[in-house]
């Protein structure tokens, strides 16, 4: 069914997993993300950015996303990821989404704050459940480039200010992740003894970690195998994000990892079969590359496989 991430967020944070949350931006992403899930029995947040609206006509998403659930029986959120405004937002809401993020996180703080709030009263009234963020995550989110020396970290007792005043149901958290496929220079690390702090604070309280992607290597050295150019890119160790979810961590965000997984097989594959040109040949194999590549993350780095 249609769900919000309420329920699945207190399961998930009781049993110290996260839930995954996929962006996605065409049916074949959807359908490996989805099959995957169905394979294993696990709950799964479907997100659609301003990005991903503009690529695919929100309609087309919409009507995705209810017929992965028809085929597939599992418990779906539908989110918002990266709202940039409360008009973006109430048009998801009133489209049918189930979660919106709002995020303000490039607002002085009071202003985020307001921003937050007028958002949670709008989805609240509906039944639908907010993310916001605090805090600034290092590297290129949408149309926001955010400098990794501007970056700052999540302060863990304005986090409990932040969560009183504006009502949100779930927190995004900067701890030293990124997005895209170039996380760290030198060794991966993430401030742990930050994460546990906001977790002690902010008991029972579902966060958020965005930048979240493995980059997994193998799917790099396919791409640049096959004609890529994608040096040094590196990603957040599943390890790390195992202990996140073990933390106050219930929400997981991974985009990144898909294009990889899928670009690296579409690569392979025009590479290996010259005279092909049926794009069902090429995007199944993106495909298939997609369901193996998240039954791997949903199994063995988040743990919510079998939950539902
Ligand atoms: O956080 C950003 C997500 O990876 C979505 O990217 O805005 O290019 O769709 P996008
Ligand atoms: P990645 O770029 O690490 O996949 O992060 C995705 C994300 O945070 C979407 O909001
Ligand atoms: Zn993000
Ligand atoms: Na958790």
Redesign the pocket.
């Known amino acids: 069914a249609l769900v919000t991430t309420k329920e699945m967020f207190r399961k998930a944070y009781e049993g110290g997993y996260a839930v995954g949350a996929f962006?996605v931006?065409n049916m074949e992403i959807v359908q490996g993300i989805v099959d995957a899930a169905k394979e294993v029995r696990s709950p799964l947040i479907l997100q659609v950015?301003?990005?991903?609206r503009k690529y695919a006509k929100p309609a087309y998403l919409k009507k995705l996303v209810e017929a992965a659930i028809i085929d597939s029986d599992l418990d779906i959120a539908l989110h918002l990821?990266?709202g940039d405004s409360f008009e973006i937002c109430k048009q998801c809401i009133d489209d049918g989404f189930t979660s919106v993020m709002i995020d303000g996180s490039h607002l002085p703080y009071e202003e985020n704050i307001a921003l937050v709030k007028q958002v949670v009263e709008y989805a609240h009234a509906r039944g639908v459940v907010v993310e916001a963020e605090l805090g600034k995550l290092a590297g290129v989110?949408?149309e926001v480039n955010v400098k990794a020396e501007d970056a700052t970290y999540t302060d863990p007792k304005q986090a409990v200010d932040f969560v009183k005043r504006s009502g949100c149901d779930s927190l995004a958290i900067a701890i030293g992740t990124s997005?895209g496929a170039y996380k760290f220079k030198g060794e991966p690390k993430l401030d742990f003894e930050r994460l546990e702090t906001i977790t002690k604070l902010l008991p029972d309280y579902p966060l958020v970690l965005?930048g979240a992607s493995t980059v997994i290597p193998e799917f790099v050295e396919m791409c640049n195998a096959y004609g890529g150019d994608i040096p040094g890119a590196q990603g957040v160790p599943e390890e790390m994000l195992r202990r996140a979810g073990s933390l106050g961590v219930c929400k997981i965000n991974i985009?990144?990892d898909l294009r990889l997984a899928m670009t690296a097989a579409i690569r392979k594959y025009l590479h290996d079969f010259p005279a092909e040109f049926d794009p069902r040949k090429y995007l199944g194999v993106g495909r298939d590359a997609i369901r193996s590549m998240v039954r791997h993350k949903l199994v063995d780095v988040l743990g919510s496989d079998g939950k539902m």
């Open positions: 962006n931006n950015s301003a990005g991903a990821d990266h989110e949408d997005h965005h985009d990144t």
